[in-house]
């Protein structure tokens, strides 16, 4: 019987614009928002799948900053561990959406967030926020810090 655990890895990027509104994309291929990022390629770490994403999504060329939380956020009987760094600051005119993968984005206000992010998503941004504003980066499992890490 094999125990070994493979997880699928992802990571994203939280940006902002000047008033401080998150930068949220609409994607092509499923009925739910998201922030930059995706799915970690074999061999690639997760600071280079951000970079990666992020420049194929939104046509931007730039190095993650400081990881904000990890999520360990199994699914659908499978095992996933999702990184989220900060993105830094953006402007509309920055942002070239790849046409086959996004179809908008919009920036929200932070409390704007839970409502047009999926619960799980929401979670773990709202997370990363709070890490974003601490300084710290969390450890979250589902979204939730665990007890006994620190609190944003």
């Known amino acids: 019987m094999d125990h070994s655990s493979r997880a699928l890895s992802g990571a994203g990027a939280l940006f902002f614009d000047e008033a401080g509104r998150v930068l949220l994309?609409?994607?092509?291929?499923?009925?739910?928002?998201?922030?930059?990022?995706?799915?970690?390629?074999?061999?690639?770490?997760?600071?280079?799948?951000?970079?990666?994403?992020?420049e194929e999504e939104l046509g931007l060329i730039r190095e993650p900053g400081r990881l904000l939380v990890v999520d360990w956020a199994p699914r659908d009987d499978e095992d996933r561990i999702l990184f989220v760094f900060e993105g830094g600051l953006i402007t509309g005119d920055q942002i070239r959406l790849q046409a086959e993968e996004l179809r908008s984005y919009e920036f929200v206000t932070p409390q704007q967030v839970e409502e047009?992010?999926?619960?799980?998503?929401?979670?773990?941004?709202?997370?990363?926020?709070?890490?974003?504003?601490?300084?710290?980066?969390?450890?979250?499992?589902h979204g939730v810090s665990r007890p006994g890490t620190p609190q944003a």
């Open 25 to 54: 994309v609409e994607p092509t291929y499923k009925p739910h928002w998201e922030i930059p990022g995706g799915v970690i390629e074999r061999g690639e770490t997760p600071s280079e799948a951000c970079r990666r994403e992020v």
């Open 116 to 141: 047009r992010l999926i619960p799980r998503l929401a979670r773990r941004v709202t997370a990363a926020l709070q890490a974003q504003e601490s300084g710290q980066t969390l450890y979250l499992e």
